[in-house]
């Protein structure tokens, strides 16, 4: 079956630390993105990829960095600038510009102790 | 900007009452408008969406929803809920800056009760 998985499901992460969340597609779909999720707040884009080995920051890039080396590979680094990087992470993706439905993953939840 | 207002964070309804969840958007030349479903600590699923003709959209498990221009509205519907539709529920617009981006709105929380 096709979709999109994301892992791991929790993640626990001392201040300071750098972490790395997996987000993989086998959708054959061209762009990819990355959402994070706060309690009242709904999704806001962190980073979006149209094609591979490119990448655009979203509304709220601070603090986190992704790579696009492979298509069906999109993974999203939290950094220790992040101030506050407790948070529900979805990652997405779409076949194509004129493509007009998102699909998700089942998410990491991230937790900074 | 383009932006989404879900009015209601939380919608508390009994089994097989009817229900609706409000969304409203900031107006646009065209708009794409899209509902997505969120079960605890899941993803999203689209539930229906709205790109042109037929005001009214159905999609799955029962819902639909009515594009409203002069009112900028795309109210969510079901006639009778079920306890397993207790979700969270995104109302969500499609920007097109050089690529195509969803805004979404702050979620409303249906809680479906016996």
């Known amino acids: 079956d096709g979709g999109i998985t994301q892992s791991p499901k929790y993640l626990f992460r001392k201040e300071g630390q750098n972490v790395t969340l997996s987000c993989e597609q086998n959708l054959n779909h061209d762009a990819m993105y990355w959402y994070r999720q706060d309690p009242g707040q709904g999704l806001r884009l962190i980073y979006y990829s149209q094609i591979v080995n490119d990448f655009q920051k979203g509304d709220i890039a601070e603090g986190y960095s992704v790579s696009r080396e492979k298509k069906e590979s999109f993974p999203l680094t939290v950094t220790s600038a992040q101030k506050n990087p407790t948070a529900f992470y979805l990652c997405?993706?779409?076949?194509?510009?004129?493509?007009?439905?998102?699909?998700f993953g089942p998410g990491t939840r991230l937790t900074v102790l | 900007a383009q932006s989404v207002t879900q009015l209601d964070s939380q919608v508390p309804v009994f089994e097989e009452a009817p229900v609706e969840l409000r969304c409203n958007y900031s107006s646009s030349v065209s708009v794409y408008l899209f509902w997505y479903v969120q079960y605890p600590n899941q993803g999203l699923q689209l539930l229906l969406k709205?790109?042109?003709?037929?005001?009214l959209v159905k999609g799955i498990n029962g819902f639909e929803a009515e594009f409203n221009k002069s009112q900028t509205s795309f109210h969510l519907r079901k006639p009778s809920v079920h306890i397993s539709d207790t979700a969270e529920y995104f109302c969500?617009?499609?920007?097109?800056?050089?690529?195509?981006?969803?805004?979404f709105g702050t979620g409303t929380r249906l809680l479906v009760s016996p």
């Open positions: 969500a617009v499609r920007v097109d800056t050089g690529f195509q981006k969803l805004v």
């Open positions: 709205y790109l042109s003709g037929s005001t």
């Open positions: 997405a993706s779409t076949s194509g510009r004129n493509n007009n439905e998102q699909f």
